[in-house]
């Protein structure tokens, strides 16, 4: 008979695993809520070697933070294939996916938590807006981006983030329907700015010359013409 030898870990692997612990508590209950003990117990160590990979719980949850923009950064990565429409209901879907599997922390970053008004937090939540906004630049094939055009993409950016957080007060309305009026969302904001600026009247018929008539951007237009009708 063998009895079983617990692996020392190394340094980074330790501290990779209470980010991994960290980030699946925030998960469930806001990162205010939980406490250094908790994430002690649940990595089966003690709660002074907590201390000793992490100076506090500040920067345990930023390194947890980080962790969790970088994946949120990646979730706006979408090939260049086929029409914008889909393309962003595709991005739309690993958004909310992240943000259901993420509700109290995400809802904690957002609206306020341990960590707000740190330059490191501010800094990381710039980082996912910026990765977003020069996502959605190059799927419009666009390096040098008009004023309207970045007001609309980063309107609309903002527009994603306080929709989530609505949704995440009781998920009331069906979220696929939230992903595709998302993606509704930009092509109206793009419309309204086209109606007022000769560049972003170009962008979008550049845009809605490759949509198909069953495609989101399609969808938008038909019931458009339901409404108005």
Request: glycine share 8%; aromatic share 6%; proline share 5%.
């Amino acid at each position: 008979m063998t009895t079983g030898v617990r692996r020392r870990m190394g340094v980074e692997e330790r501290r990779q695993q209470l980010i991994g612990v960290a980030l699946e508590l925030f998960s469930r209950r806001s990162p205010d809520e939980v406490s250094i003990d908790e994430i002690a117990s649940a990595a089966g160590i003690s709660r002074p070697l907590v201390y000793h990979y992490f100076p506090g719980k500040l920067s345990l949850y930023e390194a947890a933070l980080k962790r969790a923009s970088d994946d949120l950064a990646d979730r706006f990565v979408e090939a260049h294939e086929g029409p914008l429409g889909a393309r962003l209901l595709r991005v739309m879907r690993r958004y909310f996916d992240f943000v259901d599997d993420h509700g109290p922390g995400f809802s904690a970053l957002m609206r306020g938590g341990p960590a707000v008004g740190s330059s490191t937090t501010n800094a990381l939540i710039d980082s996912v807006r910026q990765a977003a906004y020069e996502q959605i630049l190059s799927h419009l094939g666009v390096e040098e981006p008009p004023a309207r055009l970045e007001l609309v993409i980063r309107s609309w950016i903002s527009l994603a983030e306080s929709t989530a957080l609505i949704w995440l007060d009781g998920r009331r309305i069906p979220r696929a329907e939230l992903e595709t009026q998302l993606v509704h969302d930009f092509a109206a904001l793009a419309a309204v700015s086209a109606a007022y600026d000769d560049e972003m009247t170009a962008v979008l018929r550049r845009v809605l010359k490759d949509e198909p008539g069953d495609g989101p951007f399609g969808d938008l237009a038909a019931r458009l013409i339901a409404l108005a009708s």
